[in-house]
């Protein structure tokens, strides 16, 4: 166990016993509102501190939990079976939270189009119509008044008092933790951690972007409505002001505070938001003003919060001891290449003809490299072969089958796997993390909480698979090393061993060997090398026209969106054309 | 006395110390490259001498002040441009915003008429910015950008260029027009501080060389000395340079 788990340990153990010394329903009382709070911000720290996904509105997501129950229970509560079993307060909840995760799948949908600030209008905008529903739908919500005599938690005929219920939901609020843990911990949280730095480059590895953004929307809402189930059983008593607006900037801002992305941010910010104003009674009409300074100081001491500034003290550990390793030949035998054609394929922007009738065929299992000045559509091309963009016309042609590519991670599980000229990586996730997202998608294993047996054998086996093709880019002594860490040529190595990792048919490198030295170009030479050997197609975009002549088989010059040459390296190079448009009277000196 | 001297000097990201003790110096009119391998620590000790990383240890002296511990606009003022890695331009202000902003200091003081020259003598290295000027720059060509990206830097009046890979993921053509503007920036007489992964361009350009490798420099000297060293023709000149 490391020391943060026995930190947590400890806590937990000093929060049961905690009741047994401290005397007084009040600070029970305290305590639950605390765990209730701390379980909604875990709830909100997944979408915004994990996935980066600004919500405003979770205050309302819990009400929905909150008069789901209510309304629920207190129609049941006179059923005689209900009454003897307690049943109808856990349907309740279990209701509560899956209305709420239906509305936040609701919620999701304006997320696909919008980002940041507008994502964060929008949830306002969700949290004010729930607001209104509630006050005007006097019928079933009873309005402003709210709804009043909701059931105590029971079980059986045991009715929770205020002591008793402080255990439970100590219980739940642990739950809840660890939820979050595993979550975070699993291949699915991988993918939502770099969904926060790139939707591109995780789409690109294979991983439904839209569908992951629903996900992680859905389970953020129904933390957020389970708490609101507990928080109405609790009170007993709800009305629209539990869930006003203040309501949700109180839990961004307790997840800011604690430490977004961090495991015990939104814990530790719910616990003290809660606490703090209780401990300010003595300054009385200025309390408000003491808080909000508080908050306001902290946050520009501690802008990543009170997480950020541990976490930053720990991070000593840098290049962890794992020596190089070498001769490293990755298994690919599974993934024999695939030939790519292009059939007339055009592509205009606007006024501009970006890609005009482009047609080659790149053999299966040879390197094909594709030159040509800057400008001239090369990247247009790979963007339309992975689907990023729609063609206007003409048809690609993968082994032969017309392919209808609708996405980039479509395209991704076709076995057409690229890499970026504008280099897209996760920010602060290390080198390893990226491999592994690229391997969550093929092996499989992707979309499986961690624990049972075959998952922890898939991510041994993972974990084995990354640190080969860590290895074979060169960069096993940066495993540990954030990417944001890494120089300009080590991030477009990562790019491939991330790219290898999906298992490629056709693998598309844009300029691999930007910012490299002739040692490292030639080390890139021989890796190139190695996987066509293995079978896999190469479609190579370089400027270093030495390393394309080394090692091309085939090579299409592109001009202003048309081909203007294609054949075998040497004949290219004497090309009349290439040499004026491209390759330039300097040619003899590279 | 030297424009640029650095002696001493440390850089560490968190615990992770990347340059290690680094003293080299830039005379007046010369033109220096730095040569490395990919984590060497070439553009982290640019960054810092253009003031956006502050150095653990040592003293960074340019143009007689010591700017260890200025902020980015200060060293900019004395007359310090950096080109950085990946040109930075603004992509969505035109290519005549961009040249406006770069020359913000002299035109906040309202010397136009110094704009207006920096603007020719840019022209006279570079016609395709003028053709371009009206263009958001995000549009413009790699090459183009380079182009803008280094004009940008000039019309600042600076005593000193700061540039961070010119070459990266330039077509031929445009790379030899980039370096030939190198070339006539060195006849004007301007001092230059480059670093550039493909070595054999850059000691064609440059007077003296350094080799950083691991954070410390190994090897210094001129150009033709820098070229002959057999370590050297086997990393950075190679079969594939």
Redesign the interface.
């Known amino acids: 166990m490391t020391a943060r788990g026995w930190l947590v340990g400890l806590a937990l153990a000093a929060l049961v016993l905690l009741p047994l010394f401290v005397q007084g329903t009040y600070y029970r009382f305290l305590g639950i509102v605390v765990f209730i709070y701390g379980i909604v911000a875990v709830g909100l720290n997944i979408l915004a501190g994990y996935a980066g996904q600004l919500s405003l509105g979770h205050a309302a997501l819990m009400a929905m939990g909150a008069y789901t129950t209510a309304i629920l229970t207190k129609a049941l509560a006179p059923v005689a079976f209900f009454a003897a079993t307690g049943l109808h307060i856990w349907l309740g909840v279990i209701a509560g939270t899956a209305v709420a995760a239906a509305f936040g799948a609701l919620l999701a949908f304006p997320a696909l189009r919008v980002r940041g600030p507008y994502l964060a209008m929008v949830t306002i905008a969700f949290g004010w119509v729930i607001f209104k529903v509630l006050q005007e739908w006097v019928s079933v919500t009873g309005g402003d008044l709210g709804l009043a005599s909701i059931p105590k938690a029971q079980i059986g005929l045991y009715i929770f008092d205020t002591q008793s219920f402080y255990y439970v939901v100590l219980a739940l609020f642990a739950v809840a933790f660890l939820l979050q843990q595993q979550l975070v911990g699993s291949q699915i949280g991988l993918a939502i951690r770099a969904m926060k730095h790139s939707e591109i480059a995780v789409s690109s590895v294979g991983i439904n972007v839209h569908r992951l953004k629903v996900l992680v929307f859905v389970i953020s809402a129904a933390f957020a409505g389970f708490g609101g189930t507990l928080f109405a059983h609790q009170q007993n008593y709800i009305s629209p002001d539990n869930f006003q607006f203040f309501s949700s900037v109180f839990f961004l801002l307790a997840v800011l505070f604690g430490g977004a992305g961090t495991l015990l941010g939104p814990v530790i910010g719910a616990a003290v938001l809660t606490l703090l104003p209780e401990m300010l009674h003595d300054f009385e009409k200025f309390r408000l003003i003491v808080y909000g300074g508080f908050i306001l100081v902290t946050l520009y001491f501690l802008p990543n919060g009170v997480m950020g500034l541990l976490e ?1 003290r720990g ?5 962890s001891g794992s020596a190089a390793r070498d001769a490293v030949q990755p298994d690919f035998a599974a993934t024999a290449g695939a030939s790519l054609e292009l059939d007339n394929v055009s592509k205009s922007f606007g006024g501009l003809q970006a890609l005009r009738d482009v047609s080659f065929r790149v053999a299966p299992g040879s390197i094909h490299a594709l030159i ?4 001239a559509g090369k990247t247009t091309l790979i963007n339309v072969v992975t689907g990023f963009y729609r063609t206007d016309g003409g048809a690609i042609l993968i082994d032969g089958q017309a392919a209808n590519i609708a996405s980039m991670h479509d395209a991704a599980r076709r076995g057409i796997v690229r890499t970026f ?1 504008t280099i897209k990586l996760f920010g602060d996730m290390t080198v390893l993390e990226h491999v592994l997202i690229g391997l969550a998608c093929h092996s499989g294993a992707g979309f499986r909480l961690p624990g049972r047996v075959q998952a922890r054998e898939q991510a041994a086996r993972n974990l084995a698979a990354a640190r080969e093709l860590i290895a074979l880019v060169g960069l096993s002594r940066f495993e540990q ?1 954030p990417s944001s ?6 991030r477009r190595l990562l790019e491939i061993a991330r790219a290898l990792a999906v298992r490629p048919k056709v693998l598309l490198l844009d ?1 691999p060997a ?9 080390s890139l ?1 021989e890796i190139i090398r190695k996987l066509r050997a293995a079978g896999m197609t190469v479609l190579l975009i370089e ?5 394309v002549v ?1 090692i091309s088989d085939r090579v299409t010059v592109l001009d202003y969106g048309a081909v203007i040459a294609d054949g075998p390296p040497a004949a290219v190079q004497r090309d009349e054309r290439v040499i004026a448009a ?3 009277p ?2 003899a000196l ?1 | 006395m030297p424009l640029l001297d650095v002696s001493d000097l440390h850089i560490a990201y968190g615990a992770l110390e990347v340059v290690k003790g680094v003293s080299f110096a830039v005379e007046p009119g010369e033109i220096v490259l730095m040569l490395g391998s990919n984590g060497a620590g070439k553009t982290t000790t640019m960054r810092s001498l253009a003031g956006l990383l502050a150095p653990a240890r040592g003293r960074i002296v340019f143009a007689g002040a010591d700017t260890s511990r200025s902020p980015p606009h200060a060293i900019a003022n004395l007359g310090l441009a950096l080109v950085p890695e990946g040109r930075q331009l603004f992509p969505e202000h035109t290519v005549r915003e961009n040249l406006e902003l770069g020359a913000y200091r002299h035109l906040r003081r309202g010397r136009h008429a110094e704009f207006a020259r920096s603007l020719e003598e840019v022209y006279e290295l570079f016609p395709r910015v003028r053709e371009r000027l009206g263009q958001p720059a995000g549009l413009l060509s790699g090459g183009e950008q380079q182009m803008v990206a280094i004009s940008r830097a000039l019309v600042s009046r600076p005593q000193m260029l700061l540039i961070d890979e010119p070459s990266l993921g330039l077509a031929p053509i445009p790379l030899r027009s980039i370096f030939d503007a190198l070339l006539a920036l060195k006849a004007r007489g301007l001092t230059v501080l480059i670093v550039e992964q493909m070595a054999w361009l850059g000691l064609e350009v440059c007077d003296r060389a350094y080799v950083l490798e691991n954070g410390t420099i190994a090897l210094s000297g001129s150009a033709a000395e820098i070229a002959a060293d057999p370590r050297v023709v086997e990393a950075y000149l190679g079969p594939t340079g």
């Open positions: 930053r991070a000593a550990r840098a290049d040509g000045p800057n400008g000229q090393t860490a890494l120089a300009y040529g080590h300029e930007a910012g490299l030295i002739a040692e490292e170009i030639a030479a400027h270093h026209i030495d390393l080394s491209y390759l330039g300097f040619h590279a």
